[in-house]
């Protein structure tokens, strides 16, 4: 695969490590939503190194979108539009995902996504790096993925679909918010333990 999810028809890569990492990414958001609030803990938040780096630059929280195909964006901008309370929002989408919307990881792409505040000098560095490693470590498992690294158009479904994501748990998101994607090398991603 060449080009976010081969310019997002996600031609999927038959890794048995890609399917191991979407069903514990599944499992533990659903996790996060029925029994920490949606608060993201490390299953969501990996460490992200800079090539060649021994220290982490930091942690980011990724989203985890449903593939283009399954896409539920108009739902979650809905559910955003019916109240500006956002302690309602909040609680709107933590049973909305919390139910049924991890409960199938093939229809999950495989390209995490975060979002950075406007012209944030950390994802100007990450950006200008290409590719980077995260690393998730919780639950006893441990996947350290080797990812290429790209700028979401405002146009792309990714995109949209981290910013609907994003904005039922924080409504005040500025104009100019930055989302990156991080397109996992399978053949170059690692997991202990291992699956083959």
């Not at 299953?43 to 800079?50: E, K, N, Q």
């Not at 990881?105 to 975060?114: C, G, P």
């Not at 979401?152 to 989302?179: D, I, R």
Request: glycine fraction near 4%; proline fraction near 9%; charged fraction near 20%.
């Amino acid at each position: 695969m060449s080009s976010l999810g081969a310019a997002l028809g996600q031609t999927h890569s038959s890794s048995p490590l890609r399917l191991a990492f979407l069903k514990w990414q599944c499992r533990v958001r659903q996790t996060a939503m029925r029994d920490l609030a949606g608060r993201p803990d490390e299953s969501i938040t990996p460490a992200l190194y800079l090539p060649g780096a021994d220290e982490p630059m930091g942690h980011v929280i990724t989203v985890l979108n449903k593939a283009p195909g399954y896409s539920l964006v108009p739902e979650m901008a809905h559910m955003a539009a019916k109240t500006n309370d956002p302690a309602q929002r909040r609680e709107q989408a933590i049973t909305f995902f919390s139910a049924t919307y991890y409960q199938k990881a093939n229809e999950f792409s495989d390209i995490l996504t975060a979002t950075f505040p406007p012209a944030s000098p950390g994802a100007a560095t990450i950006r200008e790096a290409e590719s980077v490693r995260l690393v998730f470590d919780a639950y006893a498992q441990v996947f350290d993925l080797s990812c290429r690294v790209w700028r979401l158009a405002e146009h792309n479904p990714l995109f949209q679909a981290t910013m609907a994501h994003n904005k039922l748990f924080n409504p005040a998101l500025p104009p100019g918010t930055e989302v990156l994607g991080f397109e996992p090398d399978w053949d170059a991603s690692t997991s202990d333990p291992a699956f083959r």
